[in-house]
């Protein structure tokens, strides 16, 4: 049975550890969700706690009681609750103040979570101050071993129960309710406990708009417009919205669009890059069997499915919601020919005793990428899994040239260490920010742009593919000398996505562009 101060010390715990990752679902839409940010994130609430610890064992003696405890619980419980009502407009107010991009991450986080942290980290001394243990030791070990338990439940409760259930605002509102309920079971007297009542009236009271916010949508992407939002939701990996405007539906996960159909009847892709997953079938005689890794709307799985009779289409998507959303909102229909698999794509592929002839990578966003599906170990396991002639074409967004391109670049020069002839596709007449498709074949023959506008000509793929090679490029015109070649064991990919970051995203075939990467 937990003691009065050990009830305050796994309170903290949980709550602690359930902002940390709360945090992360409210920084990522505006900066990313690389390592820069989570490693702000981890280093501000450390530091929060630390100093928090350090005030809270210099005062403890003195200033150790149940009330002092059900007032830092009450005060963490109103500054958590401000965070979910005005946090947003707190990150907004940060985006442009002009900070290196790696390191803009710290401010907003250290100016929404440091404050409500470092009260919270002050609790474990307190309470080990009030502890009925024989030594000091025994206090200090058992009030921590709490307090870890607390952050272990709160770490998976956010996780797996509260990230996925409900909206980052009303997942506040809980974190607050919950140091409330903390302070109310802490505090011995009357005036306390009509104290915390009062707070929590204060509390709830600020925070009432939460839940009105929540039934409309979440609006975690205030740039994304349209006629009609079909979908509003977060899922456990990203912010999920279908959009509805001028007869076309779009997909936008994590604010960027990732899929798009038009919604009367017109056939054809909305985006002009999506016609480039269909250059595997010009470099072989025989395609039956394709991997697509990445699902969004599923609308180039589907086309496979519609436009080649002999070909099985297998398709890996992380999110099992995008899946569900995709066959409620995409006319997905899985069938014979048309197998949805919800997992990891290298651990799919790994786990597979299949083989493809051709291997459509569509997973990356522009500043958000896995970096284990761009190593050379990943295209070594993917070289496996392919046929003798088989292609692996990989959608990325990137620049052509200059800064913004080395993500890019860095691609061409690993897939070139496993594949003997790799092409890169723009898909765009710009240096901005686009759609460029990576194709790597297993067979050593070299083909030339007008070689590839014959093969056009002579086979019939189902989608019009003129237009596609004027900007074609082998591997070895595209310098690669000043990225690294990226390995399980070194993969810098958020370095190399950082370079582009803020930089405008053109999509080829469509009438609207987004700001900014990955906004």
């Keep these: 049975m937990l003691s009065v101060p050990e009830r305050a010390v796994f309170t903290s715990g949980v709550a602690s550890m359930a902002m940390e990752i709360v945090a992360g679902r409210m920084v990522t839409p505006a900066f990313g969700g690389s390592i820069y940010t989570w490693g702000s994130i981890i280093g501000v609430f450390l530091a929060a706690l630390s100093a928090g610890y350090a005030l809270g064992g210099r005062y403890a003696r003195e200033y150790a009681s149940r009330g002092t405890l059900a007032a830092l619980l009450s005060v963490g419980a109103l500054s958590v609750a401000l965070i979910a009502v005005g946090g947003d407009a707190v990150i907004v107010a940060f985006e442009g103040i002009g900070v290196p991009a790696r390191y803009a991450p710290i401010l907003p986080v250290t100016a929404l979570f440091g404050p409500p942290t470092f009260l919270l980290g002050l609790i474990s001394p307190f309470a080990a101050e009030l502890s009925d243990a024989e030594s000091h030791g025994g206090a200090s070990g058992r009030v921590y071993a709490v307090g870890t338990v607390g952050s272990i439940v709160g770490a998976f409760g956010a996780t797996f129960a509260l990230i996925p259930s409900f909206s980052v605002p009303v997942n506040g509102l809980l974190l607050a309710g919950l140091l409330l309920v903390g ?18 009236l204060v509390v709830v009271t600020a925070a009432s708009g939460v839940v009105v916010y929540d039934v409309s949508g979440n609006d975690a992407c205030p740039n994304v417009g349209g006629e009609e939002v079909v979908v509003d939701t977060q899922t456990a990996y990203a912010d999920l919205k279908v959009v509805d405007d001028r007869d076309v539906r779009t997909m936008y ?20 890059y999506a016609k480039y997953a269909h250059l595997p079938l010009l470099f072989q005689n025989d395609t039956e069997r394709a991997l697509f890794i990445g699902g969004g709307g599923f609308t180039i799985p589907q086309r496979y499915v519609a436009e080649y009779p002999d070909v099985t289409v297998d398709t890996v998507e992380i999110d099992p919601e995008v899946v569900r959303v995709a066959k409620k909102h995409f006319g997905l229909r899985e069938g014979p020919r048309m197998n949805v698999h919800v997992g990891d794509g290298r651990e799919f592929l790994a786990g597979t005793n299949r083989t493809y002839d051709v291997i459509v990578l569509d997973a990356f966003r522009a500043d958000k990428v896995p970096f284990h599906l761009t190593t050379r170990e990943f295209m070594e396991l993917a070289a496996s899994k392919l046929d003798a002639d088989g292609v692996l074409v990989a959608n990325i967004i990137t620049a052509r040239a200059g800064d913004g391109s080395a993500f890019g670049r860095a691609m061409v020069k690993t897939m070139n260490e496993t594949f003997p002839r790799v092409y890169q596709f723009p898909t765009a007449n710009t240096n ?31 989608v019009d593919l003129s237009g596609t ?18 390995t399980d064991d070194y993969a810098p990919v958020d370095d190399l996505l950082a370079r582009q970051a803020g930089d405008q995203y053109v999509i080829s075939g469509w009438n609207e562009s987004t700001a900014a990467a990955g906004s």
């Design 183 to 200: 302070a109310l079971s802490t505090a011995d007297r009357s005036v306390e406990t009509a104290a915390s009542l009062g707070l929590a």
């Design 253 to 272: 996960i994590g604010c960027v669009p990732q899929s798009a159909t038009y919604t009367d009847g017109r056939e054809g892709y909305v985006f002009g």
């Design 432 to 462: 901005a920010l686009q759609n460029i498709e990576l194709v790597a074949t297993k067979s050593g023959e070299r083909y030339t742009r007008s070689e590839l506008r014959a093969l056009a000509d002579e086979k019939t793929v189902g």
């Design 469 to 486: 090679f004027s900007r074609m490029r082998p591997a070895g015109d595209v310098r690669t000398d000043d990225v690294p070649v990226l």
